[in-house]
């Protein structure tokens, strides 16, 4: 049977991977948070257990259960099952998500800001896939924010993507509306 994983970040956004196959899912008991590890520029997006918590992405196939290309990107996670969370309209498969537990890294002693680039990548595959409401639902269901690094015009994220003026515009919105400090 062919595996499927839970994507909550970056792989929301269809254009930074090569799984086509992606449908709209929720993971009911999770909740996203920055996590600040030790030896990091930036802080790192992770899903974490939150039996009180649901948040929205894409499940997407692993063809060949060959999960090589998305374990190397994923390499700071953990992959886990998640099939007795995720909900989906594919029927009974196997189902992974990434996270990085608390425990696997050092923690950075101070926070790591969080890069623009890569933000903007969430941002745009939550607006395109369920649209604006849901990027007020990302924000959020996500913790663990500190300031945010603009490298919008160096973008440092690997697979970071051009944004319409009205995407950047929701980015700078929701950061404005909580008072996340840009730097």
């Not at 051009?162 to 995407?167: A, D, T, W, Y």
Request: net charge negative; glycine share 6%.
């Amino acid at each position: 049977m062919t595996p499927y994983f839970f994507g909550y970040g970056s792989l929301v956004n269809r254009a930074t991977h090569a799984y086509p196959d992606a449908r709209l899912a929720r993971a009911r008991g999770w909740r996203r948070v920055w996590r600040h590890i030790e030896g990091r520029d930036h802080a790192v997006l992770t899903a974490v257990p939150d039996e009180a918590s649901e948040i929205e992405g894409l499940v997407a196939a692993v063809p060949g259960a060959d999960w090589r290309a998305l374990d190397a990107r994923e390499a700071a996670y953990d992959r886990v099952d998640a099939a007795a969370h995720v909900v989906h309209d594919i029927g009974e498969v196997p189902m992974a998500i990434y996270w990085i537990p608390e425990a696997k890294h050092i923690l950075a002693s101070e926070p790591r800001p969080v890069l623009l680039s890569y933000l903007d990548v969430c941002v745009q595959g939550y607006l395109r896939e369920f649209g604006a409401e849901a990027v007020e639902r990302f924000f959020d269901t996500t913790d663990g924010w500190g300031s945010v690094r603009d490298d919008r015009a160096a973008p440092v994220y690997p697979r970071a993507q051009q944004l319409e003026s009205v995407e950047m515009e929701l980015v700078d919105q929701a950061l404005a509306r909580r008072g996340i400090l840009r730097v």
